[in-house]
């Protein structure tokens, strides 16, 4: 992978392989078991250069009032710091299981042409991609939690004899190449930004995306280093969860109504949290 200076402006190498399915049932009740357990407390997170400031935003899952929350937050936040550059990461899971998976796709694209942002691709939005690329059957899509998109963007998946052609009328063009833009994983000093996480013992330059986007006990019980501090998403906690080694800024958005934020600057990194 290239120097973190090369890319942060976005000439870092891609990530491809193909992508694992795994049971939303056993994922939910994952999260459940969860919910009773306390995330590990704060620790001290080493900085990054004094003249930048990144924000990175957990998964959104169709949020976009919490999504304009959050940016809310980040523009009072960075108006406040003068003379620095800016870059917003946003963590994937972007789509599905909330009610506005196309808004959030726009104010996305939107931000996208005024500030520098640099958007993960999460599993959902694989499996999107998939779907509309005609690699993925409407089934499979759809035990996703692939209906509540498709409604974002006025299609019903339940009056609709071919889903596939009533999606591919609905989604604009637009976010169909921003979907195929998405990037799998971005490092920056002492920080490597995923979806999912990394493989423990493979180097981060040799990550790929099956794991990038879809690993979950491998990485999320490893004690030891991963040659960065690993910020991710993909497993629902009721509260960001800070490790030594990751820190995991998924919050279930679609079912808590709380989506998270990582500040990292020349202090390390610190939490902003969106509207409850």
């Given at each position: 992978?290239?120097?973190?200076?090369?890319?942060?402006?976005?000439?870092?190498?891609?990530?491809?392989?193909?992508?694992?399915?795994?049971?939303?049932?056993?994922?939910?009740?994952?999260?459940?078991?969860?919910?009773?357990?306390?995330?590990?407390?704060?620790?001290?997170?080493?900085?990054?250069?004094?003249?930048?400031?990144?924000?990175?935003?957990?998964?959104?899952?169709?949020?976009?009032?919490?999504?304009?929350?959050?940016?809310?937050?980040?523009?009072?936040?960075?108006?406040?710091?003068?003379?620095?550059?800016q870059a917003e990461i946003y963590l994937g899971d972007y789509v599905d299981r909330g009610p506005d998976s196309a808004g959030v796709l726009a104010r996305l694209r939107r931000r996208a042409e005024a500030r520098k942002v640099i958007a993960i691709s999460g599993n959902h939005e694989d499996t999107l991609l998939g779907f509309l690329e005609g690699r993925i059957a409407a089934r499979e899509w759809l035990e996703w939690g692939g209906a509540a998109t498709a409604l974002s963007y006025g299609v019903n998946p339940q009056s609709e004899a071919v889903l596939a052609a009533a999606m591919a009328r609905a989604v604009p063009l637009e976010d169909v190449a921003f979907l195929r833009g998405l990037r799998l994983a971005f490092h920056y000093g002492p920080y490597f930004f995923a979806h999912a996480g990394v493989r423990p013992g493979r180097p981060l330059e040799k990550q790929v995306a099956d794991d990038l986007m879809w690993i979950r006990k491998p990485f999320l019980n490893h004690q030891g280093g991963f040659g960065a501090i690993v910020v991710h998403g993909h497993t629902p906690r009721p509260a960001p969860e800070f490790r030594g080694n990751r820190i995991n800024l998924d919050t279930g958005a679609y079912a808590t109504g709380r989506l998270a934020c990582l500040r990292i600057d020349a202090t390390g990194a610190e939490l902003l949290e969106g509207p409850r």
């Open positions: 992978m290239s120097d973190a200076t090369a890319d942060f402006h976005g000439s870092g190498p891609l990530f491809r392989a193909a992508s694992r399915r795994r049971s939303l049932q056993a994922r939910v009740l994952g999260w459940l078991k969860q919910l009773g357990r306390r995330s590990a407390g704060p620790v001290a997170y080493p900085p990054i250069d004094a003249g930048t400031v990144i924000y990175a935003v957990g998964d959104i899952h169709g949020r976009s009032d919490l999504l304009d929350g959050v940016h809310a937050m980040i523009d009072a936040d960075f108006g406040r710091r003068i003379g620095k550059r």
